[in-house]
């Protein structure tokens, strides 16, 4: 079975969407500092988006490991458990960055300025999942997976800059 990675580095109709709509380049998988996880779990940066943030797997395995994400401002979470689930999430809410609530009130609100810039963002989301094989949630389940995930199994990965030892803050007002 194709990875779903390969899959996307595949198809540019799929890596172009992902970099568009949900902001995700695997291009782009270095973080701008050094980090690790206070438990000692081995980290892979394996994407990024254009504002210095990093998608990386947790532990040892393949694209089923969980997925902590880290911004450029040192706030991160734990947003999934696989790359199924992300992709998933940017697929049907690419805006869950500002997602600080949890609301359906406040994703409508993102979700109307991401449909402004990407009128046919429904459609091009569904044959980004059809090409990769995904079967897509509704974006209230999408959201409320984020929060369980990062509210739940999120609280044990606390993601440490190096340098300083510090933790990073937490992504979410949970």
Do not use: N
């Amino acid at each position: 079975m194709k990875s779903l990675l390969s899959a996307i580095r595949e198809s540019e109709e799929a890596a172009h969407f992902l970099a568009l709509s949900g902001d995700f380049d695997l291009d782009r998988y270095d973080h701008v500092e050094d980090v690790h996880l206070a438990s000692g779990i081995a980290l892979e940066g394996f994407a990024g988006d254009g504002t210095g943030g990093t998608f990386f797997f947790c532990g040892d395995g393949g694209e089923e490991r969980p997925i902590l994400y880290a911004d450029s401002e040192g706030g991160a979470a734990l947003v999934a458990i696989g790359l199924p689930e992300l992709l998933q999430l940017l697929l049907v809410a690419p805006w869950w960055r500002g997602c600080q609530k949890f609301t359906a009130e406040e994703s409508h609100e993102l979700a109307v300025e991401y449909v402004a810039d990407i009128p046919d963002l429904a459609a091009r989301a569904g044959r980004t999942a059809t090409t990769l094989g995904l079967a897509l949630p509704d974006e209230k389940d999408a959201l409320a997976r984020l929060r369980q995930v990062a509210s739940g199994i999120g609280k044990d990965f606390v993601l440490i800059l190096t340098e300083e030892g510090e933790p990073y803050e937490p992504l979410f007002a949970l």
